[in-house]
């Protein structure tokens, strides 16, 4: 890609949700150039003037459905940054328009078997153009994808190998999901009723692994009693798309936590017949797929984001009983207050550093230089527990 872009990155999607909260987010970021899209100037005059951001910040006109737009606003730019899902319903044109021009990309997607047909539709054009793909930037699935690389690292550290075995297990958490991940959720389902294909996708933990196929591994779906964590454990929502994508960051990385490595991910709810019921309510309560679902666009309030959190553990364990511990916490909700920040740093990082090519995540493109940044401005901590 050359260097004569105009814009280091441009938030597509900038009028909804959480576009505007990323745009608030990078209105801050001094020596960043950057811009807005969206489908209406005048919707994103709007938000700019709303957000305080600066009256000469640059608007772009775009739309999903005009794709000679996308291709003329991408060539401006090194990064696009998109919220405007779901992407198996708006993202087609706008990932193909930055294959073709060598632009990298960053989303929140959450839909695999989508991102399974982009990996083999643009993975060899993208190495050959040097586009890098980066799915799945906010809290699907950053805290996991990196919360394994750096526990792995450590391992690897203490005790000259990677650990076979990985638990994720969330400790605690405050928030929502986003209307963003509702409908994409609908948008999954209403594909799978299709395309019989799409189902494998769903069910097949190495489906986004690249071909490589490795060891049974664990449904995380039913409630159990983890006697190593003293706590009842029970399914978690966005399992199914975050182990995916921890496990093509292996295969990325050249099967780096080992060929036989084994992950799960669930949420702890406590011990004695408390956590038991409790594990049990969750497990047979759908947290998405209702009436009562966010709609696209809508959002907590301020006062909501910022009381918001998360704690996520992960644990690493061995056939001969070794074990290490790492924990990986968010200071804001993570459907929203993170999940911006999050996919903000993300675009920057993506700016600020060159790398190869391809259909990739977040901890095979940027590992620990966005682990760093994380850190350093969005509130995130990664800390080895004893």
């Known amino acids: 890609m050359s ?8 938030v597509y999607g ?12 990078l209105k801050s970021k001094t020596g960043l150039t950057w811009a807005m899209a969206g489908r209406s100037a005048t919707k994103l005059a709007e938000v700019r003037d709303l957000i305080g951001a600066a009256a000469d910040t640059p608007l772009i006109v775009a739309d999903a459905s005009d794709p000679a737009s996308l291709d003329a606003m991408v060539k401006r730019t090194k990064v696009v940054l998109t ?4 992407y ?29 047909q982009k990996i083999d539709q643009h993975e060899e054009a993208a190495k050959a153009s040097g586009a890098r793909i980066v799915f799945s930037a906010g809290f699907d699935s950053i805290p996991f994808d990196l919360g394994v690389l750096m526990l792995q690292k450590h391992c690897v550290e203490t005790f000259g190998a990677p650990a076979p075995r990985v638990k994720g297990r969330v ?8 209307g963003g991940t509702a409908a994409s959720l609908k948008a999954t389902m209403a594909a799978a009723s299709k395309d019989p294909a799409v189902i494998g996708y769903l069910t097949n933990p190495f489906s986004l692994a690249g071909g490589f196929e490795g060891p049974a591994q664990p449904a995380g779906n039913k409630p159990e009693y983890d006697e190593s964590l003293g706590s009842w454990a029970t399914s978690f929502v966005m399992a199914p798309i975050n182990t995916k994508n921890v496990h093509r960051t292996n295969a990325l990385l050249g ?27 969750v497990a047979s309560t759908p947290m998405m797929g209702g009436d009562n679902d966010p709609k696209p666009g809508e959002g907590p309030s301020k006062e909501e984001r910022d009381t918001g959190f998360y704690d996520v553990l992960f644990i690493a364990e061995y056939p001969d009983g070794r074990t290490a511990k790492l ?39 940027l590992g620990e230089t966005l682990v760093d940044r994380l850190q350093k401005y969005a509130g995130l ?3 080895v527990e004893g």
């Not at 260097?3 to 441009?10: C, T, W, Y």
């Not at 009028?15 to 608030?24: C, F, I, M, P, S």
């Not at 920040?341 to 060159?354: D, G, H, P, W």
């Open 327 to 365: 924990s990986v916490k968010g200071d804001r909700d993570p459907g929203y207050g993170s999940t911006s920040k999050m996919i903000s740093e993300t675009a920057i990082a993506l700016s600020e550093n060159q790398g190869a090519g391809g259909v990739t995540t977040p901890g095979a493109a």
């Open 171 to 178: 400790r605690a958490m405050k928030g929502t999901f986003s």
């Open 255 to 281: 099967q780096a936590f080992g060929a036989d490595f084994v992950y799960d991910e669930m949420m702890l709810t406590g011990p004695g017949e408390q956590g038991e019921a409790m594990a049990k309510h």
């Open 88 to 116: 198996q319903l708006y993202g087609n044109e706008l990932v193909e328009a930055c294959v073709a021009n060598g632009t990298d990309y960053t989303d929140l997607c959450g839909e695999p078997a989508w991102m399974r």
């Open 3 to 10: 260097d004569a872009r105009e814009f280091d990155i441009i």
């Open 381 to 383: 901590s990664f800390a």
């Open 14 to 25: 900038a009028t909804g949700y959480t576009g505007r909260l990323v745009a608030e987010y």
């Open 83 to 86: 919220t405007v899902g779901p």
